[in-house]
């Protein structure tokens, strides 16, 4: 772990940081020169991050949609590295592939809890400590699925919206204590939450660039937020989507001519 770097002297925690987004944010906060607590709730995998990356950073298991649970994560980043200054809140789950007549919606409590209210409860106990000592910055992952409407996966698509104003609200109303709330709205990732879906089809068809994102994509959007070159900016969704959102690239409507 660096001692120098943009986040030296700075705790991070990151929710969902076993893998996937969460990992490549550990690893970059990390070599920046935070501390950094890995929640999750694979144990084994994010005692395997934690001892990889080495000195400063630790694992925390958590279930962040249990207020207790997230309560008690605050708790380990003070007492073990001594404040806390940047709140990652990751942790999210998918939801059923289905067309929304056919969806029985038995996975929306579920999606609801972790993507939305685990996003509200992190935001305000991380919120609670910045408040009493100076500031910070919480960053909340959304989706392009809450910023486009689309078919299918409405629980998942309704709990990212969610998370977008949600969190514009609460930059409003943090912004008297010095604390930034932010969004980034990844898109078109190759990771385990998107492997059911033909990646390479879909940025052919989707997004004006035509280059694949990888978790460090994401990673250094959240160093960029989680630093002191953004100190002006809250309130914002920064999708990480090669354009997606944007509009969908010229060889798309070719395709379809055909």
């Known amino acids: 772990m660096s001692t120098q770097g943009e986040l030296a002297g700075k705790v991070a925690i990151v929710t969902g940081g076993a893998g996937g987004l969460g990992a490549a944010m550990v690893a970059r906060f990390a070599q920046q020169g935070a501390s950094v607590v890995i929640a999750d709730l694979n144990a084994d995998k994010g005692d395997a991050l934690a001892n990889q990356i080495g000195a400063n950073t630790i694992f925390q298991r958590c279930d962040v949609s249990s207020a207790d649970e ?3 994560l605050i708790n380990r980043a003070v007492t073990d590295f001594g404040g806390l200054h940047i709140m990652v809140n990751n ?3 998918g939801g059923s592939i289905k067309t929304f007549l056919e969806d029985d919606l038995a996975d929306f409590n579920t999606i ?13 106990r991380a919120s609670r400590h910045m408040a009493e ?9 959304t989706s392009i699925g809450g910023i486009n409407a689309g078919s299918g996966v409405m629980a998942y698509r309704a709990s990212k919206a969610g998370v977008i104003h949600f969190s514009r609200s609460a930059a409003v109303d943090l912004a008297q204590y010095n604390i930034r709330i ?18 390479s089809v879909i940025v052919r068809l989707m997004q004006p660039l035509q280059r694949m994102a990888s978790p ?24 990480v989507d090669g354009g997606a959102t944007a509009g969908s ?10």
Not at 249 to 256: G, I
């Open 70 to 72: 997230v309560q008690a």
């Open 91 to 93: 942790a999210g789950v």
């Open 112 to 124: 609801m809890g972790v993507n939305l209210f685990g996003v509200m409860v992190g935001t305000q």
């Open 133 to 141: 000592h100076g500031g910070g910055t919480v960053i909340n992952i």
């Open 182 to 199: 932010n969004c980034i709205a990844p898109a078109h990732i190759a990771t385990a939450m998107n492997a059911a879906f033909d990646q």
């Open 216 to 239: 460090d994509d994401v990673a250094e959007a959240a160093l960029f937020l989680a630093s002191d070159r953004s100190a002006q900016i809250t309130g914002i969704v920064m999708p």
């Open 249 to 258: 690239p010229p060889r798309a409507r070719k395709e379809l001519r055909k």
